[in-house]
């Protein structure tokens, strides 16, 4: 197996809202908290969770544009707390970012081909940014003649194309795609994830691809990390989690995707993620919406602990370790 290139070591962090009173402390937001994980060179791992799971914090602290509270964040062994400004800027060119709203990302004054084009000057790239501009043209899939076109002269799923191509630009290693598919109609995602797909063979990337939809993730994942309230809950091999889920947080993602019933399209209902305020909750996060609920839940926050008999699988779920336990005391 390759060396992890990206990585996360008990990374938290928090934020200072308001204060609620005169005298009273200012309560503390914990949007993420305790999350470690590899990201291995060509892979693509999956971060899935419903809005306020701490999904877009983590990615940002991975690129580097946040830093956290407590814990490290590595690039190919480099501590990223421990680089220069000028090291920092020479880094930036391995990891880009792909946001989710084209619509915001994009200037709307510039043309394409300085849109395009931008990241190699601010990174001051050498090489021929014209070359560099018609080959990324081409590789999404729009005509040389866009360069010389403004982003609103494009539709969506265009304009998305144009900030992937941006984020390809400086030639990186590694790429986060945060909700690249949420803003767009659905005729165009799975054309749009497709493309993802052989951009990332083609240039030899390594993807962390973020989402609420786990079947974003079936789509294109190799691994996916199941992100609750801050913290992850479950990962492991895609295939593995979509026939076996051991969280029932992950059983409640499955069972939201859309499906067919008597004709009708249907899915579950999702109420955002409550991200814990002024120091840990007691217990499992989850507690309040699980129905296979235990004393023990209630009492003491789940480990994150990997499964023996699945391997490459880890879940913080004291139901699921129960079982775990239980069937090796039956093996034995």
Known sequence: MSAPILQADSVTRTFRLPRTSFRGMRPVLHAVRNVSLDVTEGETLGLVGESGSGKTT????????????????SFRGRRLAHLTKAELRELRASMQIIFQDPNASLDPRLKVGTII?????????EGDHQERLHQLLDAVGLASGAAERYPHEFSGGQRQRIAIARALAPHPKVLIADEPVSALDVSVRAKTLNLLQDLKEQFDLT??????????????CDRVGVMYAGRVVESG???????????PYTRTLLDAIPRL?????????????????DGRAVG???????????????LAEPPFLPLNQSPGRSVACHVGLSAVKRDSGSAG
């Open 117 to 125: 084009t931008e990241p190699l000057r601010s990174l001051k790239i």
């Open 261 to 277: 019933r008597g004709g009708n399209l249907v899915a579950d209902d999702l109420a955002d993620t409550p991200p814990p305020i």
């Open 58 to 73: 983590l990615a940002h602290m991975l690129m580097g544009l946040d830093k956290p509270s407590e814990g490290t964040v």
């Open 284 to 298: 499992c996060a989850f507690a309040s919406r699980c129905s296979l609920v235990l004393d023990q839940c209630r």
């Open 207 to 220: 993807l962390v691809m973020i989402s609420h939809d786990l079947s974003v993730m079936h789509h294109v």
């Open 237 to 247: 091999p895609v295939e593995h989690l979509f026939d076996n889920p051991e969280h």
